[in-house]
């Protein structure tokens, strides 16, 4: 099954999440190869198959919108690809349940803004209510020729 996204931008972060997790159990791993592996457990051939279909079509259901049956097989094809990939079963599923391919907030669920951006949706992240504080960079001109030789 081909999972379709919105951006890639959650595929990317969790190839990043991936490359950390592999990486601290021993395996040597690019993140371009882990671009390529999240898009094999997306049902796609290659991360730039995936890139340039990413938006085309409504986002595909989350895990939290479907039933456990099907999130059980969901789960149980991305340790596949894993495995097929040469990572040892309990490393593969452990990095199933870290990186989450398709675990995303697909809805608004309980607790979260009405107004939230995508990302926020996406990452379980909430809005602030507070305003970002304002930085002024006060940026000095070059002191006049007149001036330099004042102070010496």
């Known amino acids: 099954m081909r999972f379709q996204v919105k951006t890639t931008e959650g595929v990317r972060k969790r190839a990043k999440s991936l490359k950390r997790y592999l990486t601290s159990v021993g395996y040597e791993t690019r993140l371009s190869e882990c671009h390529e592996l999240l898009a094999r457990m997306l049902g796609y051939t290659s991360y730039h198959e995936l890139h340039h279909s990413a938006g085309s079509r409504p986002q595909s259901a989350s895990d ?89």
């Open 64 to 152: 939290y919108d479907v039933d456990d049956e099907v999130c059980a097989a969901r789960r149980s094809s991305h340790i596949a690809v894993l495995m097929s990939y040469g990572i040892a079963s309990v490393h593969a599923a452990t990095a199933v349940d870290i990186i989450g391919p398709t675990r995303y907030r697909s809805s608004h669920p309980e607790g979260t803004q009405e107004n939230a951006s995508d990302f926020e949706q996406e990452w379980g992240l909430r809005a602030s209510s507070r305003a970002a504080p304002v930085v002024v960079i006060n940026r000095s001109r070059r002191p006049r020729s007149d001036q330099r030789t004042r102070g010496r």
